[in-house]
């Protein structure tokens, strides 16, 4: 069983013990605020980031102990962040629903819940809890439930984020027509990282489409790098939360 198999089986079993009826999440969704357009938002003169509450990683362990997840969102939209990714998973990252609640209570800025969405159940759990993008993962997804899931998500009023690591995964996920590509140069199945999927993937999707560089990125001059093979915005968590001061950090990132 690969590593991303094993995320997944975890995510079922944690989704069956709270799964509720759909009218049960009914109430919460006409409640949620509605959805914002993060589109516009990923685009602009300086590299767009995606500034991600992450308590820990398959790969690493613990990363940080983020007692207040709202404060942590307030200050990357302070520094200027585009979006804010909140991690949902409970078992290998260490995220909740109630994590996603209370970012959402405490910035203006589109959120992404970052997770394995792989029941359709977690779509509208994700707009009921405020999410306005969702991560989609190609790897993790068949050809028609990643179609099916795409147009959810979009009925649902949320924007998608089409997660790829390899050339195969690339041209499954054109045929969805997506607005926004992520290049995930960490491998899910071994969690091995190598940038250089940037290099060879980034320059493959059409201008039309934003793109995302993905996972190992610390250092100006990594945005840089994959800046100069087409991104437009980056997905950074772990050179954050680790930093002292995640507000110069991200700002330093964006070339500030």
């Known amino acids: 069983m690969s590593v991303l198999d094993s995320i997944i089986e975890g995510v079922r079993e944690d989704l069956a013990a709270r799964r509720l009826p759909l009218n ?6 006409e409640h949620a605020p509605a ?11 300086l590299v767009s980031v995606i500034a991600e509450v992450k308590r820990s990683s398959p790969s690493k362990g613990v990363l940080a102990d983020i007692a207040d997840p709202a404060s942590l969102a307030s200050t990357y939209e302070e520094a200027g962040a585009s979006i804010i990714s909140v991690l949902t998973e409970k078992r290998r990252f260490g995220g909740s ?25 977690q779509f509208y759990e994700a707009r009921a809890y405020g999410a306005d993008v969702v991560l989609l993962i190609v790897a993790a997804l068949s050809t028609h439930q990643l179609k099916d899931y795409f147009e ?16 195969d995964e690339l041209e499954r996920a054109m045929e969805i027509e997506p607005r926004i590509i992520g290049i995930n140069s960490r491998n899910l199945k071994t969690l091995e990282v190598d940038q250089r999927a940037f290099a060879e993937l980034l320059p493959e999707i ?19 790098s994959a800046q100069s093979h087409g991104a437009d915005a980056i997905l950074v968590g772990e050179a954050l939360v680790r930093a002292g001061d995640p507000l110069s950090a991200l700002r330093t990132l964006r070339g500030l």
């Open 97 to 121: 629903l109630e994590d996603l609640t209370a970012v959402r209570s405490a910035v203006k800025i589109p959120i992404l819940r970052k997770d394995f969405m792989v029941d359709e159940y």
């Open 152 to 167: 959810m998500a979009t009925e649902l009023g949320m924007a998608s984020l089409i997660e790829v690591h390899t050339h």
């Open 35 to 45: 959805p914002i357009d993060p589109h516009e938002d990923l685009r602009g003169d």
């Open 206 to 224: 059409p201008e039309t489409i934003i793109k995302v560089a993905e996972s190992g990125i610390s250092t100006r001059a990594e945005v840089e």
């Open 24 to 29: 049960d999440l009914q109430e919460k969704l």
